[in-house]
């Protein structure tokens, strides 16, 4: 960055710092804590020893779980000495090539030897090796590799990581969205720096933490959520400095409409007569409400901690007798409600903020990614933005955005409408064996986006919308006929 | 049964493909006396195969059931025992087209690998083409024949075990099509010219690397072949489902009734998570007549 | 063909002969024709003097439109020698690169010189031509070449060339099937010598054309057709021997539900009494009506021969007397009734025989390809097919095939049930300069196959359907929640 | 306006994006008295610009109307001057997040060609990063120059008319990020590095053919980068259409009534007849600390 280019500190690992873990193509975010174990492939892992050392240092696993600093240049070199075969035609299929026997393999082990040291030995034991070809051959040790190579790289997280280690670990928490999917909808929505952008998303705060990300702490943010509480796990994982919070807001979308209709009351209520004005949703009432509706269902299972209280309270008012598990329900349900009490003016204020920036209708850009039906959300939250503001709709499924389409198309006050989505392939680069690799993902989701204009309600003949899409279907049509 | 012709009934000697459910098919030689183990139970192939229907529902020992299906060659290439990397229905369909296979067609292929090309070759050209295709792993090749016995197409193909590259294909002047599965399609360009016909014919080369393409495309041009065409053929998969998506809610305002949280049920279908982003490149050229 | 293998003559262009022609990638199904007119790529051409020469002979168009052999070769060798710069970095576009005007063009066009020549003389004039990279000399050259070559290559048809000219030429006329999911098609039914198999089709004869040309004449093919006649332009072009169409059976659509009831009647009508028996349908009756019908009218306009003679009809009768109209209209009436009962007695055989080839229900394969809604085709056609029989349906659109499978599963009958399409993309490959064409086709169309199989009623627990596609399903919403 | 600034007004000076349908647009230079001719008629900026709010619908003198959008660098991609081919938005995203660009970063391009990714680079890096870009066709850099001037964010960007592989980028250890465009990338690798932040950073090559990015990825292996990637992205637009489907007649029996012919109307999307297959390769690599 710019602003420290020279300080060193940024680029180490320390205490705290959230990082994200890598081997191969997998990912892994973590935070730096102190004896701490931290599950990483199966593997116990400490990541004490890390602290200290650059970003992007390999280390080696170690017994119990240490890490320790890999020489540099180790990992890259290539493990074999190849002696490729030109062709496969002398090798017979018999199970037999490999003379090391899985319990060999576990006195290697034991021995302390290294990923690298036992797939040599593999190799040198295997009476078929030489005699594969050279992609043969490449195959074997990258298989091996996997299998037996103990190693970890820490990295910085970055929108680029995490996309990829979500995707890659656990798409069902991002709904399917693809990294270079992300990297649209960010390009095509104009997220920058000053801007004011809404989100609304149900994929971990992913999609939240890349908008923060490419807003580098200028302008805001504002998360409108659905249920009870913003859910975004994944935002923590960016490990932001601190002051990127601060252009963080939230609003829950059960407030929508009244903020629309001007009916919501955000003022700090007087505790003392605890009234509001008749024709206003009382804030408080509608919030203890909420925690409460079907709404907040879904989100549920994501939402761990709550979860866990419920469970914890049902089974410990089990074994008790009436009476006393009476009397700690009231002591319980009073902190309870001091608790709440505490909350809901912290949540009050939050939300008044919030608020008072979607109030003017202006907002620079809009994001939505979620399990949601994007139908609603769209037209709902398409209302706060500033006219030729862009907007963008992720789905994993192409049929939604279809509606939504559709559905644009007939309120108007939107143009440049697209609906895409994106192919992605990587490629094996390397002398005489350069190849798309064998697998690709099979979708990354859709995308509708377009760009808010004024809304004028009297529709002229000739007109750019009149004529833009009748023609085309006109001529499918035809060419159907 | 053969695998260039449709019977209708099961007899003994057969091979017969049991259908146990989506992506999990075997195939079964159907011998009087023999059982066959499924995950729902032993099939009995006297009992439960032999006379009955191709198509049929059989009832396994366990009670669960399976369908018996009539061979052809695409079930072939997804239950054939894998002896090599094989190709698979996508690039077969696309070379069986672009190579002009029809019946009566003359063709020359290696390698022969687990055959699953030959199977889909033979199909076609059945019953008056015949299949010349070479195979340099003697064990492969001796496999190969012997499934081509079992499947009663082993009038149509001559399989011959040598080295195309140096040694061909064993016929010149014969072939319509040939087809290159080889790692160094570039040294067979020759061989393949003189195995077809004078009046010109087609050629297909199928490479996983890019430099195999360029190497070989080279040498087609070099050798006077014409119409040299390379091309990528992926197949998607789309699994239908039906998938239940949530309504927000944004709130009744005080005039309304509340909302009630719904969802909507919308048919789409997904993507699997994984799907073959590569399997080769198909060259394909034209011998002009010499 | 092995048959005749060293038989020179069917190589060789004959009068009559069903070609196409070829320029670049544009391709056009013609018919040798002594003296007739053809239009190609906006030029008039005649093909007599192709007669006698050898398919794939490169012609060059002389004046008046007479075709010369090509010297072989000629055409390969790479036209310019080229001198290329390294980058165009000193390449300033003013558009006065070119000294050659449009008139100097005219007149060494005039003057006789060939294609060849005059691209070499607008590189000789091009100022920027030198100093341009080896990828946009390429690019200059193609382009040019396309502009103002002026040759014909004349090949033999077959399903690969049709397909491609199809798509490339008429795509709306063979509902954008692509020829690569052609291929799938032929190969997932298993369409092959020997067998039965039905087709329906509204790809101009396309779809039919291949399944024949894949049967080589052997086992009979069965046209399904809606409307009043079958449709088959493209069938013509294939150029078949004449024995090929004695395996070609038709049977109108609307008189499927009838066979399917065993109420159809395809004997021969007694002439005198002209009666058939009460219950079951009257074929004549049926025939007459079904040209008038609804059904019928989408077809008209492919139809040029019925609808051409409709118009005749009306003009003709405008500017005529009352009188003399009505005389007029009586003769054409019985000319007519006369004509249409020879017509009624040919269809009447072809429909038996086609009948007869159904009624079996023993069909081994089923290939569908059409506008119209393929729901209910297949639905109604899956019932002529023998169990353990594959078919295939085509359709431009996702969204139908789906339903098609959710209502197969409902059904029962099937197995092995996918829908796919193929993703198909060519690649320039040359020394240095090797990637994927910059463009390819947006999409093929859509697939769906799978396999017939003896129809059971009574589903057992822990069978291969019921357990088939409820776990994906559910673990599907899962990952949703 | 500025191409990394809203503003809620046209003001004389701004650039403004005419929107006249979908695929046609066309940039403005908004001026006190000039007119610009639409296929609509012309649009006097005085009057139908100048203090209309951005996204405004406008009349133009032959009443037909269209909309006047803030410029963003996705719609400078669109309808810019093309003076060299551009990269599009689909690989600008790309580039964007996988060389991890944000707020403060410093950047280093070759060549600036047009400017598009130039504009979204900006975009990205403001208000604190800077760009430094390299273009060796002089009348291209300054072109690029005066427009980046016209569109308020020269502060953030250093052209440089030079020789990326033989003069490099012309600073060194400031770079968080390099990207380069040129025909020879592999010869700028070794300048890429010394531009480069001691720290490391990212690279990104962008090249349409495979063998460039044979020796590109040879090179950037050879000096020491790492996680080296290469990648392809195409867009595919999905169009919304309602297509009508007939039904078919099979014919009614005596005993029902006859079948009415019908037709469905289905809500589907269809691909544009041809679509991009090839933009170039992206290859990607990570630049350790040194």
């Known amino acids: ?481 | 049964m053969s695998f260039v012709e449709y019977s209708d009934h099961i007899q003994e000697g057969d091979v017969a493909i049991i259908y146990l459910g989506h992506d999990s098919m075997m195939p079964v030689k159907v011998q009087q006396g023999a059982q066959t183990q499924t995950r729902y139970g032993a099939i009995r192939h006297s009992t439960d195969l032999i006379g009955k229907r191709y198509g049929s529902k059989v009832t396994c020992s366990k009670g669960g059931w399976v369908h018996v299906l009539h061979p052809t060659p695409e079930l072939w290439t997804v239950t054939l025992p894998h002896r090599t990397q094989i190709l698979y229905t996508t690039d077969i369909a696309m070379i069986t087209m672009m190579l002009e296979l029809r019946p009566g067609s003359v063709v020359c292929e290696s390698g022969t690998g687990s055959g699953s090309l030959s199977h889909a070759i033979l199909r076609t050209i059945a019953p008056t083409g015949h299949l010349h295709t070479v195979e340099f792993h003697q064990q492969r090749a001796e496999t190969a024949a012997q499934e081509f016995r079992q499947h009663r197409v082993d009038h149509l193909v001559t399989v011959r075990n040598q080295d195309v590259c140096k040694d061909g294909f064993g016929v010149t002047g014969v072939a319509d099509a040939v087809f290159l599965d080889i790692p160094s399609p570039w040294e067979a360009v020759k061989h393949a010219e003189a195995a077809m016909k004078t009046q010109g014919g087609r050629l297909c080369s199928f490479s996983p690397c890019i430099e195999q393409v360029q190497r070989t495309c080279e040498a087609l041009a070099h050798q006077g072949f014409e119409e040299i065409s390379t091309l990528e053929v992926l197949l998607r998969v789309h699994d239908v489902r039906t998938v239940s998506l949530p309504l927000p809610d944004f709130g009744s305002l005080p005039s309304e009734s509340p909302e009630r949280t719904a969802a909507v049920a919308v048919k789409t279908t997904t993507p699997p998570r994984e799907i073959p982003g590569h399997t080769g490149y198909l060259t394909f050229a034209t011998r002009a007549r010499t």
């Open chain 1, 1 to 481: 960055m710019a602003d420290n280019g020279d300080d060193d500190s940024q680029y180490r690992i320390k205490e705290g710092d959230y990082v994200v873990l890598k081997r191969g193509d997998i990912f892994k975010a973590a935070q730096i804590q102190l004896k701490k174990k931290v599950i990483f492939e199966k593997q116990w892992i400490y990541l004490d020893n890390a602290v200290g050392h650059f970003y992007r240092t390999t280390f080696e696993i170690g017994s119990g779980g240490t890490l320790h600093p890999k020489k540099s240049k180790e990992l890259e070199s290539s493990t074999a000495a190849k002696e490729a075969g030109t062709d496969n035609r002398n090798i017979v299929d018999d199970g037999k090539s490999q003379k090391l026997t899985r319990d060999d393999i576990e006195m290697l082990k034991e021995q302390g030897l290294k990923g690298q040291e036992i797939i040599q030995q593999l190799i040198d034991n295997s009476s078929t090796f030489k005699d594969k070809t050279e992609y043969a051959q490449d195959k074997y040790i990258k298989k091996k590799k996997k299998k037996y190579e103990n190693t970890v790289m820490i990295l910085k997280p970055s929108c680029r990581i995490l996309a990829m280690m979500y995707h890659g670990r656990e798409p069902g928490k991002i709904c399917h969205l693809r990294h270079d999917t992300l990297a649209q909808m960010l390009t095509l929505a104009n997220v920058h720096a000053g801007s004011k952008v809404l989100v609304f998303e149900t994929c971990s705060g992913l999609v939240l933490g890349a908008v923060m990300e490419r807003m580098g702490g200028f302008g805001s943010v504002i998360q409108m959520y659905p249920g009870g509480e913003p859910l975004r796990p994944g935002v923590e994982s960016f490990g932001f400095p601190s002051h990127f919070h601060d252009m963080l807001h939230e609003f829950p979308i059960c407030h929508v409409n009244a903020l629309l209709a001007g009916t919501l009351d955000t003022k700090a209520k007087d505790p003392n007569t605890g009234t509001a004005s008749p024709p206003l949703i009382n804030l408080e009432q509608s919030i203890l409400t909420t925690g409460d509706s079907q709404q907040n269902k879904p989100e549920v299972k994501q939402q761990g901690r709550s979860a866990e209280e419920q469970s914890m309270e049902a089974s410990s008012d089990a074994n008790r007798s009436d009476d006393q598990a009476k009397e700690d329900r009231e002591k319980r349900k009073e902190a309870k409600s001091q608790e709440r009490k505490v909350k809901l003016e912290e949540k009050r204020k939050k939300m008044a903020a919030a608020a008072a920036l979607l109030e003017g209708r202006n907002a620079d850009g809009l994001v939505i990614a979620s399990r949601f039906h994007p139908c609603p959300v769209l037209l709902g939250l398409l209302k706060f933005l500033a006219p030729s503001r862009p907007f963008v709709v992720y789905s994993q499924h192409k049929e939604p955005l279809i509606e939504c389409y559709t559905k644009l198309k007939e309120v108007g006050g939107t143009v440049s409408l697209r609906l895409t989505d994106t192919w992605l392939r990587h490629y094996q680069v390397m002398p005489n064996r350069t190849h798309p690799l064998l697998l690709m993902s099979g979708g990354g989701g859709y995308v509708l986006s377009g760009i808010t204009v004024s809304v004028d309600h009297s529709k002229a003949a000739g007109s750019p919308q009149a004529e833009e899409p009748a023609p085309k279907k006109l001529k499918l049509t035809n060419t159907e006929g």
